[in-house]
T-cell receptor, first 116, second 115 residues
Framework: AQSVTQLDSHVSVSEGTPVLLRCNYS??????LFWYVQHPNKGLQLLLK??????LVKGINGFEAEFKKSETSFHLTKPSAHMSDAAEYFC??????????????FGTGTRLKVLA | EAQVTQNPRYLITVTGKKLTVTCSQN?????MSWYRQDPGLGLRQIYY???????DKGDVPEGYKVSRKEKRNFPLILESPSPNQTSLYFC??????????????FGPGTRLTVL
């Protein structure tokens, strides 16, 4: 069965410092992994996705994530935080559609606060 | 513009009064899904559909129904809403092939309050 654990419910960083949002997953098949961002009172926007190609995935707005199968992790990073990065971030796992399972499992979210 | 639309965006209703939240996508996606978002719980999948006339339960299907009579539409039906269904609901669609394979596109959300 699939599962996702976001290890921090809240993260605070100063503007200009690195961001690390941690995600561990469990999947029986070759997973697809995603990070989505949700700004206050907004919908969800895809930041990046991993689908068994390169293990280091680059996304929008300077974010990237590295798929580490041995650690079952997919942590999200950004070298330098900007005030506009303040939002809630969700890690999501899905099995490949060819596996016969079609569910998406969301983590419980990490709220990122950026301090001036 | 490629998009997923939901209606209504906001709804306040009373216990037991049947309601339908509509969802429509114009991207010819095969896969569609409904989620509810509650504080501290993230998004939880209610139902999903792989194609027309093919639907299946997600993790929290109790109290909800769906139908997929056309590829573009995937309405969410609450036959007898209860206060514990007060939540923010999102519809999403995804292609099952191509460059955006498995990538979900989300609607703007519907905030439902059941009194």
């Amino acid at each position: 069965a699939q599962s996702v654990t976001q290890l921090d419910s809240h993260v605070s960083v100063s503007e200009g410092t690195p961001v690390l949002l941690r995600c561990n997953y469990s999947s029986s098949y070759s997973p697809s992994l995603f990070w989505y961002v949700q700004h206050p009172n907004k919908g969800l926007q895809l930041l990046l996705k991993y689908t068994s190609a390169a293990t280091l995935v680059k996304g929008i707005n300077g974010f990237e994530a590295e798929f580490k199968k041995s650690e079952t992790s997919f942590h999200l990073t950004k070298p330098s935080a900007h005030m506009s990065d303040a939002a809630e971030y969700f890690c999501v796992v899905s099995d490949d559609f060819t596996s016969g399972t079609y569910k998406y499992i969301f983590g419980t979210g990490t709220r990122l606060k950026v301090l001036a | 513009e490629a998009q997923v639309t939901q209606n209504p965006r906001y709804l306040i209703t009373v216990t037991g009064k049947k309601l339908t939240v509509t969802c429509s996508q114009n991207m010819n996606h095969e896969y569609m899904s409904w989620y509810r978002q509650d504080p501290g719980l993230g998004l939880r999948q209610i139902y999903y559909s792989m194609n027309v006339e093919v639907t299946d339960k997600g993790d929290v299907p109790e109290g909800y129904k769906v139908s997929r009579k056309e590829k573009r539409n995937f309405p969410l039906i609450l036959e007898s809403p209860s206060p514990n269904q007060t939540s923010l609901y999102f519809c999403a669609s995804s292609p099952t092939a191509g460059e955006s394979y498995n990538e979900q596109f989300f609607g703007p959300g519907t905030r439902l309050t059941v009194l």
